[in-house]
């Protein structure tokens, strides 16, 4: 199995027991895969958006730590937040009482995971002849966008040559998505699933089903977290988007529409995934 599914399996599973222990509501909320550097993984609460994030490289050498100990202390997180509230210190009582309740481990703060494999650095050169900088992350980011970087000896402003550090990995491409609501609204529910399917992808363009008007496909990507730019408005009903690679349909009760476009998709081999509507239960 893939490393980040069984990420994705077992922060499911942590949240069930935490479900289970307390008895109370924990919806499932977005994994991302984004951190680098030393920090294995975060918790991460905005307003009413939450969600989790892990550092794949340190997945890649350590995935036996983060299924054992940093899956369930980031939930832990999460836990702790939604019954004391945001009052309650990060690693405080609350939250080792969840680790140890729930997850049966000895609660640590910091995880002890080796790095070094990870470290990157920038190599940068100037008018010095045979001289290289080598700057960190932050400082090659804040030279990238700054543009101000000089070389004290020779005052000449350097020039980005080349990042030196462990081969990248980078998540799957998904170069060109196409989503059609149905029509219909889309529900908490619908958007998580949504969620949990790129989450462990890297989406360059969406294009969106004719039915969706203008201001659908702003919500769909300010809920979605995507840049607006992102997302084009299919303009020809009668014709389906070429050059698609994957397929997000969501189905709608009384309406094969979905199921046509889906058999129309699969046919030229793209990978096609189609939400089922929940159906409304009319007590008697």
């Not at 969620?195 to 809920?223: F, G, N, P, W, Y």
Request: charged share 30%.
């Amino acid at each position: 199995m893939d490393q980040t599914k069984q990420i994705l399996k077992r922060v499911e599973e942590c949240l069930g027991l935490a479900r289970k222990h307390y008895g109370i509501e924990l919806p499932w909320i977005d994994v991302l895969f984004d951190l680098s550097g030393d920090t294995a993984g975060f918790y991460c609460s905005r307003g009413d958006k939450k969600w989790f994030r892990f550092n794949r490289g340190l997945i890649e050498h350590h995935l036996e730590d983060f299924l054992v100990d940093t899956v369930p202390h980031e939930v832990s997180h999460y836990v702790t937040r939604t019954i004391w509230g945001r009052k309650v210190k990060s690693h405080g009582k609350e939250w080792k009482s969840v680790m140890r309740d729930v997850f049966k481990l000895e609660p640590t703060r910091c995880h002890s995971l080796d790095t070094s494999a990870l470290k990157v650095t920038y190599e940068y050169t100037c008018g010095c002849p045979g001289h290289v900088h080598k700057l960190s992350k932050r400082q090659h980011l804040k030279a990238q966008r700054y543009l101000s970087t000089y070389c004290r000896r020779c005052k000449a402003h350097v020039s980005f040559r080349a990042e030196v550090g462990p081969s990248k990995n980078p998540l799957p491409i998904v170069e060109k998505l196409f989503v059609s609501t149905g029509g219909r609204a889309l529900s908490t529910d619908d958007l998580n699933r949504v969620r949990k399917i790129i989450s462990t992808c890297e989406v360059k363009s969406v294009v969106a089903d004719s039915v969706m008007s203008h201001r659908d496909c702003e919500v769909l990507a300010r809920q979605l977290g995507w840049a607006r730019n992102l997302i084009e408005r299919h303009d020809r009903p009668n014709t389906l988007p070429s050059n698609v690679s994957h397929a997000v349909l969501f189905e709608k009760h009384g309406c094969d529409r979905h199921m046509r476009m889906a058999k129309a998709y699969e046919a030229r081999g793209v990978i096609v995934r189609v939400i089922k509507e929940a159906v409304t239960k009319i007590a008697s």
